[in-house]
């Protein structure tokens, strides 16, 4: 019965966290200028509320993947990161 709650548990806060990085992805895509403030925003909200291992691993996917596109964005600039 214990498994089984956890079990539960863990699949609760991975639907909540999910509908988070969804506000914040949706945030994200209307004003790609504030790439900074939604990861910030991510990243408070992870630490401060979960650690399931698995949300985890898509939050660190999440993260580099705008990292990625942030770096990409400051390329065609002048000066940009090459």
């Known amino acids: 019965m214990t ?7 863990k ?3 991975y639907l909540k966290n999910n509908e988070i990085y969804n506000k914040k992805i949706e945030m994200f895509l209307k004003n790609p200028h504030k ?5 910030n925003k991510i ?4 630490n401060n509320k979960f650690s399931v291992i698995e949300l985890r691993e898509k939050y660190n996917n999440l993260i580099k993947r705008f990292k ?3 770096l990409e964005s400051h390329k065609s600039g002048s000066g940009g990161v090459r």
């Open 68 to 70: 990625k596109l942030k």
């Open 43 to 46: 990243i408070s909200d992870f």
């Open 3 to 9: 498994k089984l709650m956890d079990k539960e548990t």
């Open 35 to 39: 790439i900074t403030l939604v990861l």
């Open 11 to 13: 699949r609760s806060i």
